[in-house]
Nanobody, 120 residues
Framework: QVQVVESGGGLVQAGGSLRLSCVASGSIFNIYNMGWYRQAPGKQRELVAGLRSGGSTNYADSVKGRFTISRDNARNTVYLQMNSLKPEDTAVYYC??????????????WGQGTQVTVSL
């Protein structure tokens, strides 16, 4: 069993910053890719930032230059530093982890999400 838990969301004014954290725990042998997605009301879930096991990253065009994804492999943790936040960044932010479990299977695990609200 693998658990993925996000934290760090909240209410912030436009132009402010937040740092999201996501920890994966449980029967983990190895974590390959980790990523952040978001879903705003009435919209589909979209990729915000991804970080592959080799270190390469990719970002949604809307967050390039403002958001930074990073990872602490020793802690099975991925972070999303969000700067210069805009009201359109308001959404529930979800983390996922591509995990190879100790039982030998490989699956994508999702967290429950953390709310980010950016006010004018």
């Amino acid at each position: 069993q693998v658990q993925v838990v996000e934290s760090g969301g909240g209410l912030v004014q436009a132009g402010g910053s937040l740092r999201l954290s996501c920890v994966a725990s449980g029967s983990i042998f190895n974590i390959y890719n980790m990523g952040w997605y978001r879903q705003a009301p009435g919209k589909q879930r979209e990729l915000v930032a991804g970080l592959r096991s080799g270190g390469s990253t990719n970002y949604a065009d809307s967050v390039k230059g403002r958001f930074t994804i990073s990872r602490d492999n020793a802690r099975n943790t991925v972070y999303l530093q969000m700067n210069s936040l805009k009201p359109e960044d308001t959404a529930v932010y979800y983390c996922n982890a591509d995990v190879h479990t100790v039982l030998g299977g490989r699956s994508l695990y999702w967290g429950q999400g953390t709310q980010v609200t950016v006010s004018l």
